[in-house]
């Protein structure tokens, strides 16, 4: 089925909203205006938008829109590469096409454009993972980046034929993002579904994804070069490099010198929390999974590192 402009596209995405636990947005250009209209479930969790100086200062894009996802939790990115329209339920299933989230896209009010949008399930994890990299390779809008789009964009004096570039760097700042830190259980069980070795669950599915776009895994791989190129960019990777780095020199308070070389879970779990930047900042409890799967990660890739639960509590150890 298709959805077409000035009929049943606006419809048709708050229908695929309505559907879904949670919505990532994809759209160059957003108007707050039509975004309200089809989020009054409040089901979208993440936006990337283009947001080129050019697109604020044309009023194509809402700068509004930056309060808007800090009132209502959304994680707002900027890519300027993006090109693509598309509501993804960070599953398997996407709503896309060629409208972007505003009046004239969706054609609802007033003169519209042109446009046509599907709906597709079962989506491929090579999509999975495409989407996932787009993410990876977008920047978070903090305060700060906001502060200095508008500078730029107040500084134009319009009109004007050539608009200033702020281009989308490569990410260098974010590395403490929860979203930063596999998500697949074992390295194992990531080469197989990547190899399509196995039937994976859907939740396996959407972690492997996302850790292929993490490490930036190419295609057809075999095993050994598979793990050869994870290894790598998972212990060359700034928060696992930091992690192991502290424990190697943690002291522990009561002065024992069997664990000078260790961290308990309790500890491990105060560290991530001091050190994560994610939106939100996350509670201790909520940590624990990413901990547990973590100690597997560093002692699968790095020999000098192990871990045991020598009561009630895992404790990881380096040894020289």
């Not at 260098?172 to 998500?183: A, K």
């Not at 050190?275 to 509670?283: A, C, E, Y």
Request: hydrophobic share 35%; proline share 5%.
């Amino acid at each position: 089925m298709l959805f077409r402009s000035g009929d049943n596209l606006e419809s048709g995405a708050v229908e695929f909203i309505h559907q879904n636990d949670e919505i990532t947005l994809f759209t160059p250009y957003l108007k707050l205006e039509a975004l309200k209209r089809i989020n009054q479930e409040r089901k979208i969790r993440q936006i990337v938008v283009r947001w080129e100086i050019s697109d604020l200062c044309m009023e194509v894009s809402d700068p509004e829109l930056f309060n808007y996802c800090q009132t209502n939790n959304i994680h707002l990115l900027r890519n300027t590469r993006i090109h693509l329209k598309t509501f993804w339920n960070n599953k398997d299933s996407v709503y896309l096409g060629s409208a972007n989230v505003s009046n004239i896209g969706l054609g609802s009010i007033g003169s519209f454009n042109y446009e046509l949008n599907a709906k597709q399930d079962n989506i491929s994890f090579d999509d999975r993972a495409y989407l996932n990299e787009i993410l990876m390779k977008s920047e978070h809008i903090t305060q700060e980046l906001f502060n200095e789009i508008m500078s730029r964009v107040d500084a134009v004096e319009l009109p004007v034929m050539e608009f200033p570039e702020l281009p989308t760097p490569a990410p260098t700042i974010d590395y403490f993002l929860i979203s930063q830190l596999p998500m697949t259980s074992t390295p194992e069980l990531l080469y197989d579904i990547y190899s399509e070795k196995i039937q994976a669950s859907e939740l396996e599915m959407n972690c492997a994804a996302h850790d292929i776009a993490l490490y930036e895994i190419p295609k057809d791989l075999g095993e050994k070069a598979f793990h050869k190129h994870l290894k790598t960019k998972f212990n060359q990777h700034p928060f696992i490099a930091q992690f192991k780095e502290d424990v190697k020199t943690y002291k522990d308070p009561r002065g024992n010198s069997d664990k000078d070389a260790s961290m308990g879970f309790g500890r491990v779990k105060e560290w991530f929390a001091e050190n994560t930047t994610t939106v939100p900042v996350p509670r201790r409890y909520e940590l624990t999974e990413y901990v547990s799967l973590l100690y597997d990660w560093i002692v699968f890739f790095d020999d000098h590192f192990k871990w045991h639960r020598p009561r009630h509590s895992q404790v990881i150890y380096f040894q020289r």
